[in-house]
């Protein structure tokens, strides 16, 4: 029954220019204003040199966290340098731009250069780029992460998509209705260009990023949203880039919490994406 309610491939959103359209009339609310934008300013714009964006978050002054396959051209391993961040990107401007300096994928993301995945690769779909230097404008304040979102959980997205690529929107009152195969469900609006965006939960000390959206599906009919969870893989990328120098394209954290060096010994890794029109 599973099996005929959801589909069992899912496609991923990241957003080529050729396909920008109008806006659409969703649940979101565009972030026009300073004060709208203002709690949110550390979520932004993630550009790639060769066309293309995804949405990102900083989770710390240099580290920016989205979808793995945001840092794949076709199945092959963009350069660092070649993806912009653009905190609190609006309407041409941003808070603070940096290039990427080094980036670095779950160990057991595969890229097949396809524009569909399945939900193991959709578990692991999270990539964490470095910036050339840290962030410290006024009002950029990094998400701390919320590891283990409890089911029925109502959630908040900020996101650029297609349509609505120049302002940040946000979805408010969606919810992670499941989490199967080690993936999150959630009722939360998802187009093309919003691969990366951070589904929030709100606390006490404010929004956490819970998750990260990679890719939509159908459930029963209706709309999915699905997101690779930040666990203990999340944690130990982090500990890489932050306390070594080495380029991890070819140093990959083990589930174990080691490391292991060599470029032939290292697995490429990445989800495919939306093969350009």
Request: proline content about 5%.
């Amino acid at each position: 029954m599973v099996q005929r309610m959801l589909r069992l491939l899912f496609t991923i959103l990241f957003l080529w220019p050729g396909l920008v359209s109008a806006q659409s009339d969703g649940p979101l609310q565009a972030l026009n204003t300073s004060d709208q934008a203002q709690p949110w300013l550390a979520v932004g714009r993630l550009d790639m040199k060769r066309g293309g964006f995804c949405t990102g978050a900083l989770i710390s002054p240099k580290l920016v966290l989205t979808a793995a396959h945001c840092v794949y051209d076709r199945g092959v391993l963009r350069q660092a340098s070649a993806i912009t961040f653009h905190a609190g990107y609006n309407k041409g401007k941003a808070i603070a731009s940096r290039r990427g300096a080094r980036l670095l994928t779950h160990l057991e993301y595969v890229d097949d250069g396809k524009s569909t995945a399945t939900p193991a690769s959709i578990a692991r779909d999270v990539a964490i780029i470095e910036l050339e230097s840290a962030i410290d404008a006024p009002g950029v304040i990094p998400f701390e992460r919320h590891r283990k979102p409890p089911l029925d959980a109502r959630v908040v997205v900020v996101s650029y998509a297609r349509g609505r690529t120049e302002v940040p929107s946000l979805e408010r009152g969606c919810k992670m209705f499941a989490r199967r195969e080690g993936v999150l469900h959630y009722t939360c609006a998802l187009d093309f260009g919003g691969s990366g965006s951070p589904v929030f939960t709100m606390t006490s000390a404010g929004p956490k990023i819970a998750s990260i959206l990679s890719a939509g599906t159908e459930w029963d009919g209706t709309k999915v949203a699905l997101g690779a969870p930040l666990g203990a893989a999340v944690d130990r990328m982090v500990r890489e880039l932050q306390t070594t120098n080495r380029d991890p394209v070819f140093v990959k954290t083990t589930e174990r919490g080691g490391a292991w060096n060599g470029r032939s010994a290292v697995k490429r890794s990445g989800l495919p994406q939306i093969k350009r029109d």
